[in-house]
């Protein structure tokens, strides 16, 4: 019997729109089965893939894995010219890869159950264009078996209970009351009195309250009623106006420019940045990222030439449909548990919670240096940094982490999303 998969109470659409986006983009890592399960397919006797290779490994020599062969461009070998999988086409969406799959849904272990999250690095995510997610139901119960198996995770929830992230530290509490700060969360970013850049200010205060408390004795229903107390408390502690928030200081703006030079990279596909001309043009990119003056290094294909005086001296836009894009997207990340622990390097509840929240100074960031109209730059700004959140293995690195630590108790990651939600 495998883990039951619970949706989110957050309205999200998705289907495959044939972008071929994750084809050129991503490596896809595969098990011994699935190579097998391919080589029988017999591609080697087509003309396109005569002499070859299907697959290449990857990984130091004592942990060295499958993957399935790109082409000079990037792109998965088995991407034809008009954008689609041969593999899907000849033999059907079960007949590939699970990764291939499964993407862009993301399959959360809380417990006894799956929580379905999803990447908005793919366009129609970040849209919200397709069915429902419960429309894909089936397919996610299938999804969740073959990835506890291929996990090696127990698929009975009676013996599943896998332990949660920590709050902090070596600080724990039970799956249940842990689902009681995601919700005391969800309700600070789902409500619509506040601008979403004021709900990620009262997230990160009621971080910096809890981090303070111990919860062995409080817990249940005493917890539930605890943080609807700090909750309702910070009407009166987080200013509602951004412009009412001290600016950000330079070592704040310094820090900032260093994690956004991560979220605005793109290192493979078609349109990667200057990842294409190597290691040290990378380096002086992510020098003149923290310097912050003069030309903006375009780390992705899509930038265009502005200065990062340009882009501070943009207004972000403001509209009601960009404040329902971010609150879908937000709702997602928390709901979802998808900002800590497995799915994001093992950061533990409020680490991950912050990390989270210093997405919003950077997706504003780019929307600004985009400059795209209406919604469409709003969109790709999440696809870009989503693209990186929870994936790119420097996010997750000592000194990064550092990085994250020292904006949220300083104060300064408070100040960057009141500055660049103004």
């Not at 954008?83 to 291939?100: D, M, Q, T, Y």
């Not at 950061?347 to 985009?370: C, H, N, Q, S, V």
Request: charged share 25%.
């Amino acid at each position: 019997m495998s883990l039951p998969v619970r949706h989110l109470p957050v309205l999200q659409n998705w289907d495959c729109h044939v972008c071929g986006n994750c084809c050129k983009e991503y490596q896809v890592t595969i098990t011994d089965e699935e190579r097998q399960r391919i080589e029988a397919q017999g591609w080697q006797a087509q003309p396109e893939f005569a002499d070859l290779p299907l697959f290449s490994r990857r990984g130091p020599w004592w942990a060295r894995r499958w993957q399935l062969r790109r082409r000079a461009d990037g792109s998965c070998i088995f991407l034809s010219d008009q954008g689609r999988c041969r593999i899907h086409e000849r033999f059907g969406a079960a007949a590939k890869p699970l990764p291939c799959r499964l993407f862009p849904f993301i399959l959360v272990p809380a417990g006894n159950h799956w929580r379905v999250g999803l990447r908005f690095a793919c366009p129609s995510a970040a849209a919200s264009k397709g069915r429902p997610l419960t429309a894909h139901d089936k397919d996610l119960a299938e999804f969740a078996d073959q990835l506890a198996r291929r996990e090696g995770l127990p698929g009975n929830p009676s013996t599943a209970d896998l332990p949660p992230p920590p709050l902090q530290g070596r600080q724990r509490v039970e799956w249940s009351d842990l689902m009681r700060f995601v919700q005391a969360l969800l309700a600070l970013v789902r409500n619509p009195a506040d601008r979403v850049e004021r709900r990620l200010r009262k997230c990160l205060a009621l971080a910096s309250l809890c981090r303070q408390a111990r919860f062995d004795v409080v817990k249940g229903g005493q917890l539930t009623e605890f943080l609807g107390l700090i909750s309702a408390s910070l009407e009166g502690e987080v200013p509602a106006d951004p412009a009412a928030m001290p600016p950000p200081s330079w070592m704040g703006r310094v820090l900032f420019r260093q994690i956004l030079a991560l979220f605005a990279r793109k290192d493979q596909g078609p349109h990667r940045g200057l990842a294409a001309q190597g290691r040290w043009t990378l380096l002086g990119a992510a020098w003149r990222f923290a310097r912050g003056r003069g030309t903006v290094p375009r780390l992705n294909a899509f930038l265009p030439e502005t200065t990062f005086e340009q882009v501070e001296a943009t207004p972000t836009p403001r509209s009601e449909e960009a404040e329902q894009v971010l609150e879908r997207y937000y709702s997602v990340k928390v709901a979802s548990l998808q900002f800590a622990g497995a799915t994001n390097f093992g950061i533990a509840f409020w680490d991950g919670l912050e990390m989270l929240a210093a997405t919003y100074p950077a997706i504003a960031w780019l929307t600004r240096a985009l400059a795209q109209p209406g919604i469409e730059g709003l969109l790709h700004a999440i696809s870009l940094v989503d693209d990186h959140f929870g994936f790119n293995r420097i996010l997750g690195t000592p000194r990064q982490k550092l990085a994250f630590r020292i904006l949220a108790r300083t104060g300064e990651l408070s100040r960057l999303i009141a500055w660049y939600g103004r």
